[in-house]
């Protein structure tokens, strides 16, 4: 199977208020398909591996390679494209564009991209809302929406460029338990039905342990 | 690689949101802009007004005989006491002729350079006008009427009658209104004047003449060259004064000094004539641009503000697009364009509301003594201000959205999303 994503020897440093090794020598490989979780108590660096991971932490020495090719040292310009093209996000808390409708949310990566005509991006954006059943929702201001709806949208956000990954910080730490079975659900299927691969850092032991391979971290160091 | 369309629509939903704050600035753009307008419109059509009634009547360059005292007194033509430190008390000035010397052909002269648009003779007497037993001094100035009226605009300060009757009328008078008033005359009458020398003469009065001037229209009248020459008994090559105007007013310094050397005569200049004259507009000018341009700074200053706050607001959301694919420039670009949308839509409404409003002040009657051709307030309507305004609307609010911008762009997303 074809690797997505690939770290080599990832040091990182946090230099203020004292110098601080964060993370150490990580090395690891996710799968094209594969659901990886990253487990670890607080402070143990998860969260900033994956902020190096997603391209927009710059500041850390090793190198980094998605879809087999280099991304260390790009251009900012660049990387804010290949953050576009091939990432999608879902953070714990929602982050939508609380201005704006659900499918204006949801559009908005694909607009920015600009392969498609409007068109298109709308019917990707629907077909998409429509997998995740929250179609009815597509002309409600993001703000008037409940929150395991903010997440299920925020999931069709980061689907509609078709990414290779989808990167989640917490994404059910803040729902409750009905609707984070109902996020990890919606991630299992994309990832056994359409071969997506997923990185998900979580503190959620039971959800971490219905992942494919979980990324056990401690003082930043990856322990298994 | 800028996406407009989707800068744009952002850029107008976070301005839409926060209509208030929106507008807020863009009316200070307005205002700043509108006012600017008014102002510059206004006070420039002042100004014009003022140079025309100095302008139009004074001649660029006015040849005369000055009567003054020799500048060489007799002892100093004398060898012997050349050594010694003398004192001449009681100096007169020097006994000379009031007209000037070969005046038709230096005229000529004069009118073949061609800088110079025409040179017009004129002879200025002393007069008293004979009501029964009181005799009124004043002024006669003997002119060539239409030259005069299409040159430097006398028409505009005949109130009554006009050039071309002083001109086809032998011993015809325009008469100051002031000395009409005071002896109760009517166009048509007759008024007798007598020159210095003795003698009288009837004129038929032709017209009146306000300059706007009280002291002035109470002495001056006006008649033709031939008039004057036959009052004074003086022959047809008698002129005592030569005023000349020119194509373009700054050549009027190096023609006078040169006209001062080759013919002996005095010619003043309009420059230093009337010097602090031109002090005035300069002035004026300057109070006018400070004043708008400190509302402008104002209203750049709250541009400036409003986007700090909404970047400030916006914080997740600049977060939530960089992590989406946006980069710092795009960033950078939807706050810039927010601001220069305030600065467009704004400059645009100043000048609407300029134009209104100077419109308004150019139909307020303003009627005044002193310019009888002038009804309402001066306004000089130049493109150019609105041009102005405009460009500087667009340049402030561009200024004020820059370092905002700028501050955007370099956001780091990460500490926003970790920060919560």
Request: overall charge neutral.
């Amino acid at each position: 199977m074809s690797i997505v994503l690939e770290a080599k020897h990832i040091n990182k440093y946090f230099k203020k208020p004292v110098m601080f090794h964060v993370l150490k020598d990580i090395n690891f490989q996710i799968k094209k398909g594969e659901f990886v979780s990253i487990m670890g108590k607080s402070g143990c660096g998860k969260s900033t591996l994956l902020y190096i991971l997603s391209t927009m932490d710059t500041d850390y020495e090793g190198e980094l390679f998605l879809n087999n090719k280099l991304i260390t040292n790009q251009s900012r310009e660049h990387l804010s494209y290949l953050r576009n093209k091939h990432i999608g996000f879902v953070f714990q808390f929602h982050y939508l564009l609380s201005e704006f409708s659900v499918l204006e949310n949801v559009m908005l990566p694909a607009k920015k991209l600009a392969k498609k005509s409007h068109q298109e991006i709308e019917h990707d954006a629907m077909e998409k809302l429509k997998m995740l059943n929250i179609d009815h929702l597509a002309l409600k201001r993001a703000s008037r929406i409940s929150g395991g709806e903010k997440q299920r949208v925020a999931i069709a956000r980061a689907l509609i460029n078709n990414p290779s990954i989808i990167m989640g910080d917490e994404p059910t730490g803040n729902l409750d338990s009905h609707n984070a079975e109902n996020v990890f659900n919606i991630f299992e299927r994309l990832s056994n039905e359409q071969g997506l691969s997923l990185l998900v850092v979580t503190h959620d032991g039971d959800f971490a342990k219905k992942t494919d391979r979980i990324i056990q971290m401690e003082d930043g160091k990856i322990m298994t | 690689m800028a996406n407009w369309s989707v800068i744009l629509n952002i850029a107008k939903t976070h301005l839409l949101t926060k209509i208030k704050q929106t507008s807020t600035a863009a009316l200070g753009v307005t205002f700043g802009i509108g006012a600017y307008i008014t102002l510059v419109c206004f006070m420039t059509g002042l100004n014009g007004m003022l140079d025309d009634l100095i302008l139009n009547q004074t001649p660029h360059i006015h040849v005369y005989n000055e009567i003054e005292p020799s500048k060489k007194q007799p002892i100093s033509l004398y060898d012997n006491v050349n050594e010694s430190f003398n004192v001449v008390h009681s100096i007169k000035p020097k006994l000379s002729q009031k007209k000037i010397h070969n005046a038709l052909p230096i005229i000529k002269y004069l009118e073949e350079n061609k800088v110079v648009r025409c040179a017009l003779p004129q002879i200025k007497t002393q007069i008293f006008y004979i009501a029964g037993s009181i005799e009124l001094g004043g002024n006669l100035t003997g002119i060539n009427a239409i030259d005069e009226a299409s040159l430097f605009n006398m028409g505009d300060y005949i109130v009554e009658g006009s050039a071309e009757a002083l001109q086809n009328t032998d011993n015809g008078i325009l008469l100051g209104i002031g000395i009409a008033k005071k002896m109760s005359l009517k166009v048509g009458d007759r008024v007798q004047i007598s020159p210095i020398n003795g003698g009288v003469f009837p004129l038929k009065i032709v017209g009146f003449y306000q300059s706007g001037i009280a002291d002035l229209d109470a002495i001056q009248s006006f008649t033709n060259i031939k008039t004057v020459q036959r009052i004074l008994g003086e022959a047809n090559n008698y002129i005592t004064d030569i005023n000349v105007k020119l194509y373009d007013i700054d050549q009027a310094v190096s023609l006078s000094k040169k006209i001062e050397r080759q013919f002996n005569l005095t010619a003043l200049d309009i420059k230093t004539a009337n010097a602090q004259f031109e002090t005035g507009t300069t002035i004026r000018n300057l109070i006018t641009y400070a004043v708008s341009i400190t509302l402008l700074i104002v209203a750049g200053f709250g541009i400036y503000n409003i986007l700090n706050m909404l970047i400030y607001e916006k914080m997740n959301d600049i977060a939530i697009l960089k992590a989406t694919g946006f980069s710092g420039k795009d960033v950078q670009l939807i706050f810039m364009s927010q601001a220069m949308i305030i600065g467009f839509v704004g400059g645009l409404l100043g000048l609407l509301i300029g134009y209104g409003l100077v419109s308004l002040i150019d139909t307020i009657p303003f009627q005044t003594e002193a310019l009888p051709t002038v009804e309402t307030y001066p306004i000089n309507m130049n493109p150019l201000f609105f041009v102005i305004g405009f460009s500087f609307a667009m340049f402030s609010t561009f200024l004020a959205g820059y370092l905002p911008s700028k501050k955007a762009k370099k956001i780091d997303p990460v500490k926003i999303i970790r920060g919560q």
